[in-house]
T-cell receptor
């Protein structure tokens, strides 16, 4: 089945710096890659996603890039703020499971002011 | 209504109890999911319902029994659970049951403690 590897597991940055989280996937047929943000004690929330026919997508301070050849996709957060502190999960379709998603292990982002 | 509502928010149950978790959405989504999330871990898929039919069961023990009474409701019946089943149980829905469209909408979860 699909396997999603996420790095790093923890990331500490200063306010205003950029943060980059990378995920790799194994199934070359995967075509949809969302990113979720989960604050402590809360639900995961979709922050951005990308389809395999697009190389990059931006939404204000957040961007996602996709390299289909290398089978990896990355989340980029610019001008980080303390409220960006959370756990971030990448995901990809679970092979043979229709619309089900499999999640990476998560990255705990800490932004210090 | 753009939310997935889960009840109860917290549940403490003994190992001999029977309880149910409920999930409701009124967005017309045709796929609904149960995930289990342990502390500091990613959500793990348990069940998938597509058009109100169980399409995926990720080898979940029979002490967890899902039910989809209609297109808006999803239940998870619990019986004879173990302490290691303590976790956050997340319900999610997505619009299209055959193709991922706009990703999932997650409910806020039920935090389950088995004593």
């Amino acid at each position: 089945g699909e396997n999603v590897e996420q790095h790093p597991s923890t990331l500490s940055v200063q306010e205003g710096d950029s943060a980059v989280i990378k995920c790799t996937y194994s199934d070359s047929a995967s075509n949809y890659f969302p990113w979720y943000k989960q604050e402590l004690g809360k639900r995961p929330q979709l922050i951005i996603d990308i389809r395999s026919n697009v190389g990059e997508k931006k939404d204000q301070r957040i961007a996602v890039t996709l390299n289909k050849t290398a089978k990896h996709f990355s989340l980029h957060i610019t001008e980080t703020q303390p409220e960006d502190s959370a756990v971030y999960f990448c995901a990809a379709p679970q092979r043979g499971a229709g619309t089900a998603l499999i999640f990476g292990k998560g990255t705990t982002l800490s932004v210090s002011s | 209504d753009t939310e997935v509502t889960q009840t109860p928010k917290h549940l403490v149950m003994g190992m001999t109890n029977k309880k149910s978790l409920k999930c409701e959405q009124h967005m017309g989504h045709r796929a609904m999911y149960w995930y289990k999330q342990k502390a500091k871990k990613p959500p793990e898929l348990m069940f998938v319902y597509s058009y109100e039919k169980l399409s995926i069961n990720e080898s979940v023990p029979s002490r967890f029994s899902p039910e989809c009474p209609n297109s808006s409701l999803l239940n998870l019946h619990l019986h004879a659970l173990q302490p290691e089943d303590s976790a956050l149980y997340l319900c999610a829905s997505s619009q299209d049951a055959s193709r991922l469209g706009d990703g999932y909408t997650f409910g806020s979860g039920t935090r389950l403690t088995v004593v």
